[in-house]
């Protein structure tokens, strides 16, 4: 909104305190909205040049065509001269004069204040430009790291009479749009600025203002959060799954920016810290891990042989399951992210999170879910989840898009079920292959037949063939090398599926052909 504001005496060719309507110079409009329409349409035409420089090549060509006929009262003035010399550190001596001298402390006391907001400000903005980078790459930065070298720049910065500049989530996107994956890409980014500065600022100097309009106002659009129109629309519909957290944080954006708009920046940010913060220690007040054990504690209600139990009790502590409890957010999901990073970092074939106590989930914590998901399986880790069918929670996993980040199969109503995958997982990674291959001990085979008082027992082996059934897929008919297995057995066994979830799709490819909750 700031940017909007700023940008339309330059968009309309007003000079700063004139009148929009009246004052407004329509020829300057046309260019700033071929600008626009450049950055927009142009990478269609050429991928490989970036929207920006469509933006002025084709904003300066419109600016200097209509020149010829209409003049530049019409169109308004161009950037003009750039200083291309690199420059000294002429204010640390001036700073150091400032506070050597009688007065230091009375005027430390009236900058402070402004200096305390300037950088908590900045701050934020730097903040959200890394969330918004994390959210597209899939990385979790050192937020610390990030605002200590921010800071640091910007004291060596103002040696040189440069402004405090701090990232931004338009330009982090961008640049992650156009190719930079990594810190060099910062790097590279300055050289480039420093580079047109030196040798192309005359150049850049006829650039039309009008036209750096349109592309600010461009970036403007982008950066509206299409989240708020979103949210608004399902409150004012009715559909939004939890409209009580959803207009509290709406009416706290709309606050801010109201704020901002008729006082400041630094009054506005003041406000919204203050009202974000009481609602942050709200809903803070509890932990979100409620308790956290191990495989080997509690079992799944499957029935299971003497090996496989004896497994899962000495090596169940490969599975970790977390009870969690309350609001997964910003704040409490990056707790919980961090300590699935740790986990996974062991020897575990399974983690559990248990989400049944879970309150609410928001865009910032189901982004932080997601990318834990990924760093999961990454390392090899599967992570499953726990999560009742029919809740708001369960819903807004899906609007968010967290519940197909998981996968299929991935995601159980009761903790039952998830424990039975969890531990057929753990199974498999020890035996692999031959896990259905395990011989019974004539002792067992013996114990088998007192219960069952067979006429005679025989002690043989018996070897199980599984192939592909009969399905829609290959239109009620057995392949060829179906049949072909078929004809080596001496004895067929008709499978019949029994999965206890009905939600579940029998001929899904996700799923193993042996049927759950069916024993032999």
Not at 49 to 59: A, C, D, K, L
Not at 253 to 269: K, N, P
Not at 364 to 384: I, N, T
Not at 442 to 470: C, H, K, N
Request: with cysteine; aromatic share 8%; proline share 4%.
């Amino acid at each position: 909104m700031l940017i909007l504001k700023s940008q339309l005496n330059p968009l309309l060719g007003v000079a700063s305190g004139g009148d929009l309507y009246n004052d407004a110079r329509w020829p300057s409009l046309g260019v700033g909205l071929g600008t626009m329409a450049a950055l927009m349409f142009g990478p269609r035409l050429i991928k490989k040049i970036p929207g920006p420089i469509w933006g002025i090549m084709v904003g300066s060509g419109l600016y200097y065509l209509l020149l010829y006929f209409v003049g530049a009262e019409q169109l308004g003035p161009t950037i003009g001269s750039i200083p291309s010399a690199i420059p000294h550190p002429d204010y640390l001596p001036r700073v150091v004069g400032l506070l050597s001298a009688e007065s230091a402390l009375a005027g430390l006391a009236a900058v402070f204040p402004l200096a305390l907001s300037l950088a908590a400000v900045n701050s934020l903005d730097s903040l959200v430009g890394t969330i918004a980078g994390d959210s597209v790459s899939g990385n979790r930065s050192k937020f610390n790291r990030e605002l200590f070298a921010q800071g640091t720049g910007n004291i060596i910065s103002a040696a040189f009479g440069g402004i405090p500049s701090v990232g931004s989530a338009s330009r982090t996107l961008v640049n992650y749009q156009y190719g930079g994956r990594t810190p060099r890409s910062r790097v590279v980014s300055g050289v480039f600025t420093l580079t047109i500065l030196l040798f192309l600022a005359p150049i850049m100097a006829r650039v039309p203002v009008v036209v750096l309009s349109g592309l600010l106002i461009s970036v403007a659009f982008g950066m509206f959060d299409r989240w708020v129109f979103y949210t608004a629309r399902a409150i004012v519909t009715g559909t939004d799954p939890n409209p009580k957290n959803a207009a509290i944080n709406l009416g706290i954006l709309v606050s801010v920016t109201a704020l901002i708009l008729l006082f400041g920046v630094v009054e506005a940010v003041g406000a919204g810290v203050l009202l974000s913060l009481i609602f942050f220690v709200v809903r803070m007040s509890k932990q979100i891990v409620r308790r956290q054990y191990a495989g080997n504690m509690f079992h799944s209600n499957t029935q299971r042989n003497v090996k496989e139990f004896q497994i899962l009790e000495s090596k169940g502590d490969r599975i970790q399951v977390l009870e969690l409890e309350g609001a997964l957010f910003f704040g409490t999901a990056d707790k919980v992210s961090q300590l699935l990073e740790e986990l996974a970092k062991g020897p575990l074939v399974a983690i559990l999170l248990d989400m049944r106590q879970i309150t609410e989930i928001d865009i910032s914590g189901a982004k932080v879910l997601e990318r834990s998901v990924a760093q999961c399986r990454e390392r090899e880790v599967e992570l499953l989840a726990c999560i009742a069918e029919g809740t708001v929670v369960k819903r807004q996993l899906d609007d968010f898009g967290v519940a197909a980040a998981f996968g299929s199969g991935r995601l159980f109503s009761g903790i039952n079920e998830a424990l039975d995958v969890a531990e057929d997982l753990l199974l498999a990674v020890i035996w692999g292959e031959d896990r259905g291959n395990n011989e019974l001990g004539l002792g067992q085979i013996d114990a088998l037949a007192a219960i069952y008082s067979p006429e005679r027992t025989i002690y043989a082996t018996v070897e199980l063939v599984d192939f592909p059934g009969v399905s829609s897929s290959n239109d009620g008919a057995f392949g060829s090398s179906a049949l072909g297995r078929i004809r080596n057995c001496d004895a067929l066994a008709i499978v019949l599926r029994n999965f206890s979830d009905a939600g579940i799709d029998a001929e899904s490819a996700h799923h193993s052909p042996v049927p759950r909750k069916t024993y032999w």
